[in-house]
């Protein structure tokens, strides 16, 4: 079974990412019975038939989709993929903060793609806290580098108190 | 100056280690060239054209003492022996060696340093005017503001993988000395009618392929908003900037094609759930990070120095240095000097190991052990008193340090161009250094008097060569190196694009079109008309005739762009 990380740990993960091949359409794509991450355009065409028949249920959002369209069912899901076809794409780290802080999405965030280790720690502190590492990289040495920096400036997903606050808050206490 | 409390230099610490580790990983070959790409960009390293090029960054171009004899240390033990001051305000090494820039990472870190996001598409290095804190035309002092924005910038995780690089100027004076609005984004520093303290900010401006300057987008932004409308800029830049052509993909091209009242909404629209949030800056931190720029202990001196006026009337080229190298100071008895980095034979903006060892000794004996580093690629001591501006002349003079030349022709903004930048499409240094050799007469250039001249090699613009009075552009035809002209441009509040005049130049040309461009002015202008004032005036015509006449007669023939004797018009 393939393995990810999440949560901070290795884990196993049967969850499958459903993609349009050529000579799909959204309406036609066959629903596998195990738990799956389905294309927005696939939600958006059966978010009914999908609702009545998946559970767990999982979508993923490639990174010129935006995660306003789950606005209203956010809390349905198990697990929201964000895309990254390329490691320098960097739109789904605004995707991922939207999902969090905006949308208060409380599930998992599933990096998906071209996922590596010199990334994730930006991943994580935008509320990213899954990831499917790239098939041919070291998983175990990835996960050290979600610790990289022991402290960060800015608010973000993980730390919604920029370090000019806590360093008043430390000083104070 | 800003100092790194603990967590401060732990973060850079703990770059350092990052960076060491993905160099190792890289060498042994677990992360490819092109994995590594991104990485060693966000700490500065470029590989070049003979090699590795490292771009440390000096924050919004201040320097102390120490720091500098670092960098004369790293240059000497790690590269040849000289640093190259970029219009960014930071040093670029030109020579150093791929598996030793961790430990020039580790050596910068020691001295509070760093070479952080120098390259990449992510937050620049902040900059901003080379007298601030000393400015008699100043509203308030505009480097707290940078340090606050080079904290939120560093590692900020949602904008480390823009769409393309990322720069914001900050201006707090009269006179806008920092091109503001030349940058992605421009911050302008005013002060409300009720004594708020807040920023105009522009948007979408860069020079590059497309000059365009910045669009107002907000009259007025209260400070502690700084950071939350940033981050709703930057956030509408992220998603929707243009990734499928890097040539398209700089924020001034989606303000462009949304129109600014279009990408202002959407601005506004994605602030409205930020500006009360947590990132809003308190009181406390603005006086914070202030604390850490409060003036110097400036003694109370009489505003003219007696032994300073008689040396005036009595040595003409300590006069002549202070005329163009000496700047008023806000407070009486004391002077800004800037150190030229533009003497001739010497590629501007270079310096040496040994003249940055002596600029940190005289910025430690005559200007509280600070220095500035300025965008046009000099050297600024901010606070020296009237009575030592003669000694400091002296020694400066004795390490090349005082060529009278500030503002004048030859105070070009260069880029390193095609002898070491691999983006390059021509050689820039040899025309800088063929315009030294033609324009060597001091008073001749005392007689031009104030104008701009910038070389850049290639679209990329980073000689500013846009927003000079004469702007020189390499060009690439059929792998020959030729120069395009652009007259008109200029920086400060009427910032301007400048126009290119017509066909470009071979080489040989350069120095003689440049001439010709300098005799129409001389014989045009009006009392106490400046180069560009006379151009705005009579226009760029009569400018556009004399360049071009005679050319026929002036052309070589063919050149072979392998030839080294490039300059010999």
Redesign the interface.
């Known amino acids: 079974m393939p393995r990810i990380i999440k949560n901070e740990s290795i884990v196993d993960d049967n969850w499958q990412v459903l993609t349009l091949a050529e000579g799909d359409t959204p309406e036609s794509l066959r629903l596998p019975a195990e738990p799956a991450l389905v294309p927005l355009a696939v939600w958006l065409a059966r978010r009914d038939e999908l609702i009545a028949t998946q559970a767990p249920l999982g979508v993923w959002l490639d990174s010129h989709e935006g995660p306003e369209a789950l606005a209203a069912d956010i809390a349905r899901f198990a697990v929201i993929g964000v895309n990254f076809p390329k490691f320098t794409d960097g739109r789904s780290y605004s995707s991922a903060r939207l999902l969090r802080e905006r949308y208060h999405y409380a599930g998992e965030i599933r990096a998906l793609g071209d996922v590596l280790q010199d990334q994730i720690f930006y991943m994580r502190r935008c509320g990213i806290n899954a990831y499917a590492l790239r098939a041919d990289k070291d998983i175990d040495k990835a996960l050290a580098a979600l610790r990289v920096f022991s402290e960060t400036y800015q608010a973000a997903a993980d730390q919604p108190q920029p370090l000019f606050r806590r360093r008043f808050a430390r000083e104070a206490a | 100056m800003y100092r790194y ?1 603990t ?1 401060d230099q ?2 850079i610490d ?2 350092v ?2 960076y060491r580790d ?1 160099m190792a990983r890289h060498l042994a070959g ?2 490819s060239v092109d ?1 590594l790409r ?2 060693r960009l966000q700490n500065g390293l470029y590989i070049q054209r003979h090699g590795p090029m490292l771009r440390i960054a000096i924050p919004y171009g201040m320097l102390a003492a120490a720091q500098l004899r670092k960098l004369a240390e790293i240059s000497r033990r790690y590269d040849r022996g000289v640093g190259h001051f970029t219009t960014r305000q930071n040093m670029q090494l030109n020579w150093p060696q791929l598996e030793e820039t961790p430990d020039i990472l580790g050596e910068l870190a020691s001295v509070e340093m760093h070479a952080v996001q120098t390259s990449g ?1 992510c937050v620049r290095n902040i900059t901003t005017d080379h007298f601030a804190g000393c400015a008699p035309d100043e509203i308030t002092d505009p480097r707290p503001y940078c340090e606050l924005l080079r ?2 910038s ?10 393309r690089k990322f720069k914001i100027a900050v201006n707090a004076a009269a006179d806008d000395r920092a091109v503001i609005r030349a940058h992605d984004i421009g911050l302008d520093v005013v002060i409300d009618d009720t004594g708020e303290i807040g920023f105009r900010v522009f948007v979408g401006g860069g020079l590059g392929r497309t000059p365009i300057l910045g669009k107002l987008i907000r009259e007025f932004l209260p400070r502690r908003h700084l ?1 939350s409308y940033l981050d709703a800029i930057l ?1 509408v830049y ?2 929707y900037g243009r ?1 499928d052509n890097m040539y398209k993909a700089r924020i001034k091209i989606l303000v462009q094609a949304l129109g600014i009242e279009e990408f202002a909404r959407q601005v506004d629209a994605e602030w409205s ?1 930020l500006q009360d ?3 809003m ?2 009181d ?2 603005f006086a ?1 990070i202030a604390h850490h720029f409060a003036p110097p202990p400036w003694e109370t001196l009489p505003a003219e120095d007696s032994a300073h006026a008689a040396r005036l009337s009595s040595d003409k080229a300590f006069a002549n240095w202070v005329k163009r190298c000496v700047h008023a100071h806000k407070t009486p008895g004391y002077a800004a000097v800037t150190l030229s980095l533009k003497a001739p034979g010497v590629a501007p903006g270079d310096i040496t190991d040994a003249q940055m060892l002596a600029v940190a000794d005289l910025a430690d004996r005559f200007s509280f052990g600070e220095l500035r580093v300025t965008h046009e690629q000099n050297v600024v001591l901010a606070d020296v008193r009237q009575r030592d501006l003669y000694e400091v002349w002296q020694i400066a003079r004795s390490h090349r340090l005082a060529t009278a030349n500030i503002g004048l022709l030859t105070d070009m903004i260069c880029c390193p161009g095609g002898d070491l930048c691999a983006l390059a499409n021509a050689r820039s240094i040899p025309i800088a250094d063929a315009v030294q050799q033609k324009f060597d007469d001091l008073d001749y250039l005392y007689d031009i008097g104030d104008i701009s001249l910038n070389i850049s090699g290639c679209m990329n613009s980073c000689g500013h060569h846009h927003v000079a009075n004469i702007g020189i552009l390499g060009v690439d035809k059929n792998n020959e190196e030729w120069y395009q002209i652009t007259v008109g441009g200029q920086q400060g509040n009427a910032a301007t694009i400048g126009k290119v005049i017509g066909p470009s130049f071979y080489a040989q040309e350069v120095p003689l079109v440049i001439e010709a461009l300098i005799d129409v002015y001389r014989e045009n202008r009006g009392d106490s008309e400046r180069f560009i004032d006379t151009l705005q005036r009579i226009g760029i015509e009569p400018f556009k005739a004399r360049a071009y006449a005679g050319r026929d007669r002036r052309r070589a023939a063919k050149v072979d762009s392998n030839e080294k004797e490039l300059v010999n018009a």
Do not use: K, M
């Not at chain 2, 560093?154 to 769409?163: Q, R």
């Open positions: 409390d967590t732990r973060i703990e770059r280690a990052q993905q677990e992360l994995e991104p990485l598409n904290q939120w560093t590692f900020h995780p949602e904008f480390a993988y823009l769409p950071l956030r992220n998603r990734r759930y949030g947590p990132t800056v308190p406390a931190e914070r």
